[in-house]
């Protein structure tokens, strides 16, 4: 069982960064790909970012690649989202998402557990 807990939401300019921090409980960590997600309002919750157990291979959306970074510490049980040149449309509820397998997945109901999610909010 793994517990996921989000922060560093909040609201930006657009223009600016957040970074996202995601920490997990349990000391199997470090095996699980650990992947970011997204809902807007009355949309369905899509794909932005993925990395596997080591941080060796990572995965972005095609709307984030070139502005978000996905890191992690396994020392610290910690995923991270650094987003920056934030955009209007990047406004949703951000989830991080645990997945036991070792592929580096973009689909959201292959990841087994799900923090509560955290709100970024771009003002224009």
């Known amino acids: 069982q793994v517990q996921l807990v989000e922060s560093g939401g909040g609201l930006v300019q657009a223009g600016g960064s957040l970074r996202l921090s995601c920490a997990a409980s349990?000391?199997?960590?470090?095996?699980?790909?650990m992947g970011w997600f997204r809902q807007a309002p009355g949309k369905e919750r899509e794909f932005v970012s993925a990395?596997?157990?080591?941080?060796?291979?990572?995965n972005y959306a095609d709307s984030v690649k070139g502005r978000f970074t996905i890191s992690r510490d396994n020392a610290k049980n910690t995923v991270y989202l650094q987003m920056n040149s934030l955009k209007p449309e990047d406004t949703a509820v951000y989830y991080c998402?645990?997945?036991?397998?070792?592929?580096?997945?973009?689909?959201?109901?292959?990841?087994?557990?799900w923090g509560q999610g955290t709100q970024v909010t771009v003002s224009s």
């Open positions: 990395i596997n157990w080591s941080g060796g291979s990572t």
């Open positions: 349990g000391r199997t960590f470090s095996v699980y790909t």
């Open positions: 998402a645990a997945d036991r397998g070792v592929a580096v997945r973009r689909i959201a109901s292959e990841y087994d557990y």
